[in-house]
């Protein structure tokens, strides 16, 4: 795949600090990407680095192999879409008003934007004036300005930050949308379990270095995370059911006839058909993995010293 976005080795400072630390990370057509990690681990940063706003002290930044701070950088830009954290606009506009204002400065037409009003759910409010929009409605105003002329490249940076459930929801549906059109999304969040089922890939970010990057799959791998299973026994087997597993398999919890196993990652496949052919002593199996809150501290424990 040919990455549409990318960092090379990028490293950024401040007077001495180092906010982004020799990072190297592609984003391809087609996909969904978390950028995760807390407070100061470097996320703004590199989503400012993309916009042109700030320039590398070291490394490079592409959109589509040009430099979005050098002499082309306008250029590069025209292909993001950008939804900060909190959208602000000025309240003496109307919706309509500001959508026709952001869509000159993009040199896109204004016929466009009633439709994007539509889409994102405010077309009622497009003669209102932003100051009497509530947070929900300003972020989906938001939205509306960051999809005019159809970007490849969308910026979401905690897109559903203080939204009600339904809103939620909408914000992910149109990412869906967008992802099956083709374009690139990157959203920054700290919403891991909320955002975990809706990504194709995460970045996990700490202190200014990625810790690592890749599916859900591939850094359960790389955290070397064991499966979860959880076996419920036929009345009074549980026992039974104990006694037939390998050694490598640790009962972590029992609650009467039902068994919290773990296991590492290539023996769950032999674990699982060892079940299986226990027969009646097994009623049930159910397997869980990891999941991105769980990898998250699982990779930034490995680098965090022991308290």
């Given at each position: 795949m040919t990455a549409v976005?990318?960092?090379?080795?990028?490293?950024r400072r401040y007077r001495g600090?180092?906010?982004?630390?020799?990072?190297?990370l592609a984003l391809e057509a087609g996909q969904v990407t978390a950028l995760v990690g807390h407070n100061g681990a470097g996320k703004t940063t590199l989503i400012k680095l993309l916009l042109g706003l700030v320039r590398p002290t070291a490394g490079r930044v592409r959109i589509g192999g040009v430099d979005p701070g050098g002499r082309r950088g306008a250029q590069a830009r025209r292909a993001i879409g950008f939804l900060p954290e909190s959208v602000a606009f000025h309240g003496a506009m109307t919706g309509r008003e500001l959508m026709d204002f952001h869509a000159r400065l993009k040199g896109r037409p204004l016929r466009d934007n009633a439709a994007l009003l539509a889409r994102v759910g405010i077309a009622h409010a497009a003669e209102r004036r932003v100051a009497t929009y509530s947070k929900g409605m300003r972020q989906r105003l938001g939205l509306a300005q960051a999809l005019i002329g159809a970007p490849r490249l969308m910026l979401f940076d905690e897109p559903t930050s203080g939204l009600d459930p339904a809103s939620r929801n909408d914000v992910y549906r149109t990412i869906d949308a967008l992802r099956a059109d083709g374009a690139t999304v990157l959203?920054?969040?700290?919403?891991?379990?909320?955002?975990?089922?809706?990504?194709?890939r995460a970045a996990i970010m700490h202190r200014g270095r990625l810790l690592a990057a890749g599916t859900l799959h591939e850094l359960r791998h790389r955290a070397a995370v064991a499966a979860r299973i959880r076996v419920r026994a036929a009345a009074g087997a549980a026992d039974r059911v104990l006694a037939g597993l390998p050694p490598e398999v640790r009962c972590r919890e029992r609650d009467g006839d039902v068994l919290t196993l773990e296991v590492d990652a290539d023996a769950k496949?032999?674990?699982?058909?060892?079940?299986?052919?226990?027969?009646a002593p097994v009623a049930d199996v159910e397997v869980g993995a990891a999941g991105l809150q769980e990898l998250y501290d699982r990779l930034i424990a490995t680098v965090e010293p022991a308290v």
């Open positions: 976005a990318q960092w090379e080795e990028v490293t600090v180092t906010a982004v630390d020799r990072v190297s959203i920054s969040t700290h919403a891991l379990a909320e955002v975990q089922d809706r990504v194709d496949m032999p674990t699982l058909r060892r079940l299986a052919a226990a027969g």
